[in-house]
Nanobody
Framework: QVQLVESGGGLVQAGGSLRLSCAAS????????MGWFRQAPGKEREFIAR????????YYADSVKGRFTVSRDNAKNTLYLQMNSLKPEDTGVYFC??????????????????WGQGTQVTVSS
C-alpha cells in the first residue's frame, strides 16, 4: 500500500491557477501509475488526469485538456497537477490515486488501489 497526501488546494478566481501536490510514502512510488480525480458536490468522482510510472505518458479528460498538466518527480515521491485558466466548474475535492498497472490509460476510479484524502479547490466566478 502507498500512502498519499494531497496539498495545494484553495480558493481562486476564475482564470487563475493552482498547483496541487500529492506526496507518496510507503511502497516504491515508481511502481505505480498515478491519477488525479475530482468530485463535485452531489456528483460522482471523475477522472481528470493520469501519468504513467516514469512520467513519459499522460492522459487527460477532455474538460481539462490544454489547461491542466500532470507530472511527477519520482526522486521526490511526488505527483503534481498544474491547473491554469480555472473555471467555476473545476470546483471540487481533488484526489490523487495510485494504480499498480504502471502503463496505459485508466479512467475508472475503481481500478486505482490507493487514495489520498483529497484537497478542496474552489473557483469563484
Amino acid at each position: 500500500q502507498v500512502q498519499l497526501v494531497e496539498s495545494g488546494g484553495g480558493l481562486v478566481q476564475a482564470g487563475g491557477s493552482l498547483r496541487l501536490s500529492c506526496a507518496a510514502s510507503g511502497r516504491t512510488f515508481s511502481n505505480y501509475a498515478m491519477g488525479w480525480f475530482r468530485q463535485a458536490p452531489g456528483k460522482e468522482r471523475e477522472f481528470i488526469a493520469r501519468v504513467t510510472w516514469a512520467g513519459a505518458v499522460t492522459y487527460y479528460a477532455d474538460s481539462v485538456k490544454g489547461r491542466f498538466t500532470v507530472s511527477r518527480d519520482n526522486a521526490k515521491n511526488t505527483l503534481y497537477l498544474q491547473m491554469n485558466s480555472l473555471k467555476p466548474e473545476d470546483t471540487g475535492v481533488y484526489f490523487c490515486a495510485a494504480d499498480r498497472m504502471k502503463i496505459g490509460p485508466q479512467l475508472l476510479a475503481k481500478a486505482y488501489e490507493d487514495w489520498g484524502q483529497g484537497t478542496q479547490v474552489t473557483v469563484s466566478s
